[in-house]
């Protein structure tokens, strides 16, 4: 499985981005996907779940309202839309699969396979 996550930039705090994530290599309707961020010095940390079919979504407290996990499983791709952006969001974000759910979706351990990380900047 390859994971391409790309989408990420530099802006201002109150702007919005938006995140996508390539998979290949598996039948990509088949599994949950997740986002996860990592700030300099800090570690990684769950931002947002969407289960296979798209009908079950859970984020973070710090994220909730102002980011919207989906996918489009004819397009192997999954979003992160990011509105309200603020400062403590910037980190790298990473896009990871889940091949089989052991009811932790907001660890790390929970994942399979993990993109490159797309890096994420918010000024004040």
């Known amino acids: 499985v390859q994971l391409q996550a790309s989408g990420g930039g530099l802006v201002q705090a109150g702007e919005s981005l938006r995140l996508s994530c390539t998979a290949s290599g598996r039948t990509f309707g088949s599994y949950s996907m997740g986002w996860f961020r990592q700030a300099p010095g800090q570690e990684r940390e769950f931002v947002a779940r969407i289960s296979r079919s798209g009908s079950l979504t859970n984020y973070a407290d710090s994220v909730k309202g102002r980011f919207t996990i989906t996918r489009d499983n004819a397009k192997n791709t999954v979003y992160l839309q990011m509105n309200s952006l603020k400062p403590e969001d910037t980190a790298v974000y990473y896009c990871?699969?889940?091949?089989?759910?052991?009811?932790?979706?907001?660890?790390?351990?929970?994942?399979?396979?993990w993109g490159q990380g797309t890096l994420v900047t918010v000024s004040s």
């Open positions: 990871a699969l889940d091949t089989l759910y052991r009811g932790t979706y907001y660890s790390s351990r929970e994942y399979d396979y």
